[in-house]
């Protein structure tokens, strides 16, 4: 009886310390979760909805889990990718110069569409050049927002003063900045192009588009350094070949970004001004 017991108790011990052993190497061999950290463009609940696509085609593709993450203002997006929270960051040009420089991310791709700003004003307006907004207010998106630092440079070319001769605020996001005119909240609103043809029918139809400011390299997307170079190519490809997927053609559908394309020198020279004068002591 006691050999009995003796064996079976050597065998719980093997049979346990096996078991745990697997259970120790599926963990480590299970594809680690890929996180995409999404720029606060839009609300949460948009934002999550609008890279639903993306998300499930790099799982797919990829085959390993793929979580979208953001933050509450640019500013805390910004610091988030400084302490590498995300492994492909979904950002705005002149933050992708930023995160190249100062934090050492790698080119993915962009958005091929190119970015520019609308000033849109209620459809009765008497308001029919960027000069005509003098002594108004225009509200534009986060003041780190790459359109809003380029609707600045066009009231300025218009011979306005920024907070002078013209008032600007900012709001949450895109879409609440075009609200407030919607609303009778503000007088102008600066908008991506891009995001105002998304919005809602009715939303448009009480607006129109005063101005659009020259364009710019879009959206871009960059990986954190800290990826090993084998997950970085597989990342590199499989975003390259977003655009034939099903999931790709549905999301350049509905949001009119038409499709992928590499990032040169070219682009982020274009944008660099900008992202120079987030600096401290800088000047656009």
Known sequence: MKQLLGKFLLWSVFFFATTDSLAANAVRESPAELRIGVLPYMSTERLMARYTPLRIYLQRVLQRPVRLMTAPTFASYLERARHYEYDLYLTAPHFAVLAE?????????????????????????????????????VTTPDSLAIVTAMAEDALRHAGLEIDKTVEVVHAPSHNAAVLAVANGQSDAAVVSSSVFESMSADIRARVRVLDRTPKVPNIMFMASPKSVDADYQAIKSAMENFGESEEGKAFFLETGYIGMAPISDFDMDRVRPYANALRPGTQR
Do not use: I, M, N
């Open 101 to 137: 420089t100062e934090s050492q991310y790698q080119r993915v791709s962009h958005f091929q569409r190119e970015l520019d700003a609308s000033f849109v004003v209620l459809q009765d307006a008497p308001v029919r050049t960027l000069a005509d907004l003098k002594g108004k207010r």
